[in-house]
Nanobody, 113 residues
Framework: VQLQAFGGGLVQAGGSLRLSCAAS????????MGWYRQAPGKQRELVAF???????WYADSVRGRFTISRDNAKNTVYLQVNSLKPEDTAIYYC????????WGQGTQVTVSS
């Protein structure tokens, strides 16, 4: 099982990125999938999740700026991140919300002020 996140980068505050997470060795279909992030010196936190029926939830810190979506045919979950702030700097990961798989390497998002 692999969950490969990519699409991160270095952006200025106010910028946008589209993160993708491609799953292999497992199907995301039928699973609630989440995006998580871990900032330096902090614990990993859940920022958004999407159910199998595409209902969504967002942490207060990202609501209105981030949008999670999924494409079951491509076995991929996306996170559109807009209006980025320096405090969004972190490594971003995806995983199944309720039965986590082995964590991938994540993708680094760095927001400069």
């Amino acid at each position: 099982v692999q969950l490969q996140a990519f699409g991160g980068g270095l952006v200025q505050a106010g910028g946008s990125l589209r993160l993708s997470c491609a799953a292999s060795g497992t199907s995301i279909s039928g699973k609630t999938m989440g995006w998580y992030r871990q900032a330096p010196g902090k614990q990993r936190e859940l920022v958004a999740f999407i159910t199998s029926l595409s209902s969504t939830w967002y942490a207060d810190s990202v609501r209105g700026r981030f949008t999670i979506s999924r494409d079951n045919a491509k076995n991929t979950v996306y996170l559109q991140v807009n209006s980025l702030k320096p405090e969004d700097t972190a490594i971003y990961y995806c995983n199944a919300r309720y039965i986590p798989q082995p964590w991938g390497q994540g993708t680094q998002v760095t927001v400069s002020s």
